[in-house]
């Protein structure tokens, strides 16, 4: 019987078709995305990962004790993402500092620290795996269909290297496990909670490809 997590998959499936044929994706993969563009999404995904940080705090502080060293790895990790991100912004000349989030950036973070605080510990985490397999199946798509060299590799890799795909399995082994025995009112809401957060992955390439700003 298939887990719990590809009952979700299929469930989105429509939205995961707009998520990987996003132009953002193809400009970015083709070599033809404006530097401002791709720079925007860096802004703005720089300020989203520092927000993340409370919110896997909150699910490390809800997490069963066996799951809490894995919570602090991830907290890690995410240090390591910013580093990365300052790192190539840097290089490229973009301006990390006094970034104020778009619309969309503001309205998913908030999504997910009243997921993380308001929902139950397996609610928070099917709101964690949608993100991180949103990203790993958004840069992989990328990375399949390069067709020149590409001035933002390392955040190519980054999303598509091999630990990456082995973290994004882990979750989605441990979501099915999680999700043993679970009522069917629990199960529908981690699922209407998949569906937001892909929902807000699809506009967060939007926000960057149109880039958002706030409109008054």
Same mark, same amino acid.
């Given at each position: 019987?298939?887990?719990?997590?590809?009952?979700?998959?299929?469930?989105?499936?429509?939205?995961?078709?707009?998520?990987?044929?996003?132009?953002?994706?193809?400009?970015?993969?083709?070599?033809?995305?404006?530097?401002?563009?791709?720079?925007?999404?860096?802004?703005?995904?720089?300020?989203?990962?520092?927000?993340?940080?409370?919110?896997?705090?909150?699910?490390?502080?809800k997490a069963p004790l066996?799951?809490?060293?894995?919570?602090?790895?991830?907290?890690?990790?995410?240090?390591?993402e910013l580093k990365l991100?300052?790192?190539?912004?840097?290089?490229?000349?973009?301006?990390?500092?006094?970034?104020?989030? @778009?619309?969309?950036?503001?309205?998913?973070?908030? %999504? $997910?620290? +009243?997921?993380?605080?308001?929902?139950? =510990?397996? *609610?928070?985490?099917?709101?964690?795996?949608?993100?991180?397999?949103?990203?790993?199946?958004?840069?992989?798509?990328?990375?399949?269909?390069?067709?020149?060299?590409?001035?933002?590799?390392?955040?190519?890799?980054?999303?598509?290297?091999?630990?990456?795909?082995?973290?994004?399995?882990?979750?989605?082994?441990?979501?099915?496990?999680?999700?043993?025995?679970?009522?069917? @009112?629990?199960?529908e809401r981690m699922e209407?909670? %998949? $569906?937001? +957060?892909?929902?807000?992955?699809?506009? =967060?390439? *939007?926000?960057?490809?149109?880039?958002?700003?706030?409109?008054?």
């Amino acid at each position: 019987m298939e887990g719990f997590h590809q009952r979700l998959l299929d469930s989105a499936q429509e939205i995961w078709q707009a998520i990987l044929n996003h132009p953002f994706l193809k400009m970015t993969a083709n070599g033809t995305i404006p530097d401002d563009t791709f720079k925007i999404w860096i802004q703005q995904d720089y300020i989203f990962v520092q927000e993340a940080i409370p919110f896997i705090a909150v699910l490390l502080a809800k997490a069963p004790l066996d799951l809490r060293p894995i919570f602090i790895q991830i907290l890690t990790g995410l240090e390591r993402e910013l580093k990365l991100f300052r790192q190539i912004a840097s290089a490229h000349g973009v301006n990390l500092e006094n970034i104020a989030p @778009s619309p969309t950036c503001y309205g998913y973070n908030q %999504f $997910l620290m +009243t997921t993380a605080h308001s929902c139950s =510990f397996p *609610e928070g985490f099917t709101v964690l795996y949608a993100a991180e397999k949103a990203y790993l199946d958004s840069w992989m798509e990328v990375k399949n269909n390069l067709t020149v060299e590409n001035p933002w590799q390392e955040f190519i890799d980054n999303w598509t290297n091999e630990e990456f795909q082995k973290f994004v399995d882990w979750l989605a082994s441990t979501l099915d496990k999680i999700a043993l025995g679970k009522p069917e @009112s629990e199960l529908e809401r981690m699922e209407a909670l %998949f $569906l937001i +957060t892909a929902r807000y992955e699809y506009l =967060f390439w *939007e926000m960057a490809a149109k880039e958002e700003i706030w409109p008054v």
